[in-house]
């Protein structure tokens, strides 16, 4: 005889999502999942679509005023690899004659963590003379940068340093800034980092795309700083 079948077994199944059984339900749910990816992706597309042609290489850049260099953390208070990375194509900008200033932004939120610094003490080792070096901060996440460059240091156009994966979102948000933006993507080597950026991005794009949509202040806005116009009226190099 066969036992009574258990109750949570009866329950387990009322839980399991159930397919459409007619066609017209099959097919909704099909346009829905098809509906759900064009509108995922769409915030990568506009991305692409808006940044695409402003990508640049460092023989290709256009000759602008100012660099813009964002943070990329630090390894025992020194610029990580990949930071290091952006602030060697920002210096090799600058000795090519491509920028006379490069604004350096990132996070200083906490007295032991201050990314500007360590970025400009790399530039001046590597040829920036640190009168050309204007510091941001309060570069929280790439639109608080841009918003801030625009804003607060009075940068109207530029050319954007970062790795490739990030370089679009970058340009995409300065130019919705208010910036003139074009950018250079730096190499970088395909490892669990590059990986986790790519993918991070896919991710990072939708909160890109309200960013530019609403145009939300940053976290830390402040007064106006004369840093990039006074480095500018240096003269020579």
Partial sequence: MRGKRPQWLGRLERLRPRRPRTRRGQRWAVQGVMAACVLGLAPATWMYSVADARVRTTADAPAQQVAVVFGAGLWDGKPSPYLANRLNTAAELYRDGKVKVVL?????????????????????????????????????????????????????????????????????????????????????????TWYYGGTREVFAAGKAALDAMFKPDPHFLGPEEPGVGEALATGGR
């Fill in 104 to 192: 350096v932004t990132g996070d200083n939120s906490r007295e032991e963590y201050d990314e500007p610094d360590a970025m400009r003490a790399y530039l001046v080792t590597h040829g920036v003379p640190d009168k050309r070096i204007v510091s941001d901060f309060a570069g929280f996440d790439t639109w608080d940068s841009c918003v801030r460059a625009k804003k607060i240091f009075g940068v109207d156009r530029a050319v954007l340093v970062s790795q490739g994966f990030h370089i679009r979102r970058a340009i995409a948000l300065c130019r919705a800034a208010g910036i003139d933006a074009y950018g250079v993507g730096v190499d970088a080597k395909h490892d669990a």
